[in-house]
T-cell receptor
């Protein structure tokens, strides 16, 4: 089983739609979780960290379910500018620094 | 404050050639790293450094060398390019020297090895 799995999409949604991405991970010892956003042919940028209690940033809500080992990202009222690839990222403690594990990403395309 | 810069943006190499991908950051970050991104794959860690003079291998280090003589610079050397090294390379930095802290990525170098 891959360490981080995401549905590659693409998710094609109209403006204003609500869209949800899920991500599952295999290492129950994973300690920190993030969503990064990557625009076409650009570098990844941190969208938000994911906390056990769930957290919200404007139209974006992230949830973590440690028992089921999945992370979700909900985008409400989608905008054209939300079109991008969303990367699920987790951090595993190990060695002197641990390491970040990146999912392959889920592509979102928001249409007018 | 330029953040993380990478040069060149694009490069075409022939098999067997060597080259150095440059990475620099002006945020005084201790931690720097190199990733490669291939179609249908997540980013994979090549090498990383937790400070000047200290480097270590990541998940896919074969065929690459790094050095960290200053806090600002972290060049990646391809010793003898192979077609399998065709990829997009991203340099990243973060502070404090904790991997889980927010990583700032450079704009990437697109490399084609013929």
């Amino acid at each position: 089983r891959k360490e981080v799995e995401q549905d590659p999409g693409p998710f094609n949604v109209p403006e204003g739609a609500t869209v949800a991405f899920n991500c599952t991970y295999s290492n129950s010892a994973s300690q920190s979780f993030f969503w990064y956003r990557q625009d076409c042919r650009k570098e990844p940028k941190l969208l938000m960290s994911v906390y056990s209690s769930g957290n919200e940033d404007g139209r974006f809500t992230a949830q973590l379910n440690r028992a089921s080992q999945y992370i979700s990202l909900l985008i409400r009222d989608s905008k054209l500018s939300d079109s991008a690839t969303y990367l699920c990222v987790l951090w595993n403690y190990g060695g002197s620094q641990g390491n970040l594990i990146f999912g392959k990403g889920t592509k979102l395309s928001v249409k007018p | 404050n330029a953040g993380v810069t990478q040069t060149p943006k694009f490069q075409v190499l022939k098999t067997g050639q060597s080259m150095t991908l440059q990475c620099a950051q002006d945020m005084n970050h201790e931690y720097m790293s190199w990733y490669r991104q291939d179609p249908g794959m997540g980013l994979r860690l090549i090498h990383y450094s937790v400070g000047a003079g200290i480097t270590d291998q990541g998940e896919v280090p074969n065929g690459y060398n790094v050095s960290r003589s200053t806090t600002e610079d972290f060049p990646l050397r391809l010793l003898s390019a192979a077609p399998s090294q065709t990829s997009v390379y991203f340099c990243a930095s973060s502070s404090p020297a904790g991997v889980k802290e927010t990583q700032y990525f450079g704009p990437g170098t697109r490399l084609l090895v013929l």
